[in-house]
């Protein structure tokens, strides 16, 4: 089974608004990390943050964990058309394990 | 850097051939992994190679699915005999180290169609 799951499957939103996407996984974690990928092409890192981080930040993107409650999320504000894309959550499952395990992805449209 | 390179970018055969796929990583980094994507099982690692030496190929479906890394800047993963469920797109990814702390930078990907 998936250790990451995206919610929702898919979202749309007109261009200027927010968008948030969500994260659940099973296992402990020492990292979560959110990718994006555009139709066709391969993933593209975001934003790590680590276990015992609480909120990160990177341009318009802005990521919460909560380790308590096995979730994380990811804000986009002030969306853009470019921001058209899926978005994946990407755990590995604690311990010594060099492995990431990918959510569902949410499907992201922003209209213009 | 050029990124990670992946060919065959698109690849369409027959039911019983063999397919071969082939990566770059980004020079320098230790880690490549393998992946595939579909829309019903999504993306899933394939096997993971440190160094050259492959360290966990329990995702590898079954015996038609070969892997190796003869040297830190070529990796092919290998198909025979293709079957139409191998349909799929195939990444690459490499990273500098674990990803316990490091993002992974993906190829294009490899479209596959077995007909």
């Known amino acids: 089974s998936q250790q990451g799951e995206e919610d929702p499957q898919a979202l749309s939103i007109q261009e200027g608004e927010n968008a948030t996407m969500n994260c659940s996984y099973k296992t402990s974690i020492n990292n979560l990390q959110w990718y994006r990928q555009n139709s066709g092409r391969g993933l593209v890192h975001l934003i790590l943050i680590r276990s015992n981080e609480r909120e990160k930040h990177s341009g318009r993107l802005r990521v919460t964990l909560d380790t308590s409650k096995k979730s994380s999320s990811l804000l986009i504000t002030a969306s853009r058309a470019a921001d058209t894309a899926s978005y994946f959550c990407a755990t590995d499952k604690g311990g010594n394990t060099d492995k990431l395990i990918f959510g569902t992805g949410t499907r992201l449209q922003v209209f213009p | 850097d050029a990124g990670v390179i992946q060919s065959p970018r698109h690849e369409v055969t027959e039911m019983g051939q063999e397919v071969t796929l082939r990566c770059k990583p980004i020079?320098?980094?230790?880690?490549l992994f393998w992946y595939r994507q579909t829309m019903m099982r999504g993306l899933e690692l394939l096997i993971y190679?440190?160094?050259?030496?492959?360290?966990?190929d329990s995702g590898m479906p079954e015996d038609r699915f070969s892997a190796k890394m003869p040297n830190a800047s070529f990796s092919t993963l290998k198909i025979q005999p293709s079957e139409p469920r191998d349909s799929a797109v195939y990444f690459c990814?490499?990273?500098?180290?674990?990803?316990?702390?490091?993002?992974?930078?993906f190829g294009p990907g490899t479209r596959l169609t077995v007909t």
């Open positions: 190679f440190n160094n050259n030496v492959p360290i966990d």
């Open positions: 990814a490499s990273s500098l180290a674990g990803p316990l702390s490091y993002e992974q930078y």
């Open positions: 020079s320098g980094h230790d880690y």
